[in-house]
């Protein structure tokens, strides 16, 4: 082979390794784009996952505690929210947030699957400081929950709202009328006691819903069903019938 043959076959060959390069780098984005999407979508679900772990050890601490919510309440209640670690401050004009799970009873006894829910609001006074309250909203009747869908409501607003009265046995509740529709329940370095939570936002969550459960899922169709195999829904609806 000449010189001129062994330049073409070395110009050829360079230009060859080039587009394979360039053909190697095309295809690794796109496979580069899908891991980093398969990734987020782990690390959100596993967001949300924790969101109803933590929402699980709220209510096997209230169930485990000296003073927890009457039984004579809990035979009525058709729907719980759960919020752990709400964040309740107060520098003059106080505010709280939080995030959590809400589920409904269905028509055969048993706890819906958890839909995710944001709490914010708002209030007015001279207390100065912030804490971390782990709450519990047990509601009378599930419509006020289920038709929220994807808005939300106000609470001590749109529905009445009070602290709850505390107690196991069900004399507990004997002076207590229960004519409100919600009742609230905080725990706070391991205080159990009602807190106000009127004039509070209660919206539902889109996004960790989509992440939890698939993007074309709604609110309602979540309240719907009971059927799911999550290990953390499981775990939470036995919390639930630990009450």
């Given amino acids: 082979m000449n010189t001129y043959h062994v330049k073409q076959t070395a110009v050829i060959n360079a230009a060859n390794k080039t587009t394979t390069m360039k053909m190697i780098k095309l295809l690794s984005v796109?496979?580069?784009?899908?891991?980093?999407?398969?990734?987020?979508?782990?690390?959100?679900?596993?967001?949300?996952?924790?969101?109803?772990?933590?929402?699980?050890k709220v209510l096997t601490t209230f169930a485990n505690s000296d003073e927890s919510i009457p039984q004579d309440l809990l035979k009525e209640t058709e729907g719980i929210v759960?919020?752990?670690k709400m964040i309740n401050a107060s520098f003059g004009i106080g505010g709280k947030r939080g995030k959590g799970v809400a589920t409904v009873k269905l028509a055969d006894g048993t706890w819906s699957n958890p839909v995710f829910i944001t709490l914010t609001g708002g209030s007015i006074g001279f207390q100065i400081g912030v804490q971390s309250v782990d709450?519990?909203?047990?509601?009378?009747?599930?419509?006020?929950?289920?038709?929220?869908?994807?808005g939300d409501f106000t609470i001590g607003g749109d529905?009445?709202?009070?602290?709850g009265?505390?107690?196991r046995s069900s004399s507990a509740s004997t002076?207590?009328?229960?004519?409100?529709?919600?009742?609230?329940?905080?725990?706070?370095?391991?205080?159990?006691?009602?807190i106000s939570v009127n004039g509070s936002?209660?919206?539902?969550?889109k996004s960790a819903n989509a992440n939890f459960y698939?993007?074309?899922?709604?609110s309602q169709q979540i309240f719907d069903t009971g059927k799911s195999t999550s290990t953390p829904v499981v775990g939470l609806k036995t919390a639930l019938k630990g009450l």
Avoid: M, W
């Fill in 30 to 56: 796109p496979v580069l784009l899908s891991a980093v999407l398969v990734l987020a979508s782990f690390q959100k679900a596993g967001k949300e996952s924790e969101r109803i772990e933590n929402a699980t």
């Fill in 82 to 84: 759960v919020i752990p």
């Fill in 135 to 150: 709450l519990v909203l047990v509601f009378k009747h599930k419509g006020v929950l289920t038709k929220v869908k994807n």
């Fill in 159 to 163: 529905i009445s709202a009070a602290a």
């Fill in 165 to 167: 009265p505390v107690g």
């Fill in 175 to 194: 002076d207590h009328k229960l004519e409100a529709e919600v009742y609230s329940y905080s725990r706070s370095r391991g205080l159990f006691a009602g």
């Fill in 201 to 205: 936002n209660l919206s539902i969550d």
């Fill in 214 to 218: 698939g993007s074309d899922i709604t």
